[in-house]
Nanobody, 124 residues
Framework: VQLQASGGGSVQAGGSLRLSCAAS????????MAWFRQDSGKEREVVAV????????YYADSVKGRFITSRDNAKNTVYLQMNSLKPEDTAVYYC??????????????????WGQGTQVTVSS
């Protein structure tokens, strides 16, 4: 399974970015997906999670109401629309895939495959 994240960049506070993560080598429609982020010196934290069906989602409190995750199973791609960006959103963003929808889905241990990360920088 390979995950290729893209769409990161630099933006001013209040701006928007859309991340994409394309999957290959798996039956994408059976994998739950997540976005994590990691800033230097900090632990990797979950940002958003989406069930394989797309019906159920979860957002960290820090991004709730600003970020939206979605997926297109026909395109083997998951998205993270990030609006009203803040400087504290600056981090490397990773997509991750899990074969199961488990109780561990809010942490790094819940995922089997990881993308390479894409940098998001928000300036004030």
């Amino acid at each position: 399974v390979q995950l290729q994240a893209s769409g990161g960049g630099s933006v001013q506070a209040g701006g928007s970015l859309r991340l994409s993560c394309a999957a290959s080598g798996c039956t994408f429609s059976t994998y739950s997906m997540a976005w994590f982020r990691q800033d230097s010196g900090k632990e990797r934290e979950v940002v958003a999670v989406i069930h394989w069906s797309g019906v159920s989602t979860y957002y960290a409190d820090s991004v709730k109401g600003r970020f939206i995750t979605s997926r297109d199973n026909a395109k083997n791609t998951v998205y993270l629309q990030m609006n009203s960006l803040k400087p504290e959103d600056t981090a490397v963003y990773y997509c991750a895939a899990a074969r199961s929808w488990s109780s561990k889905r809010y942490g790094v241990d819940g995922y089997d495959y990881w993308g390479q990360g894409t940098q998001v920088t928000v300036s004030s």
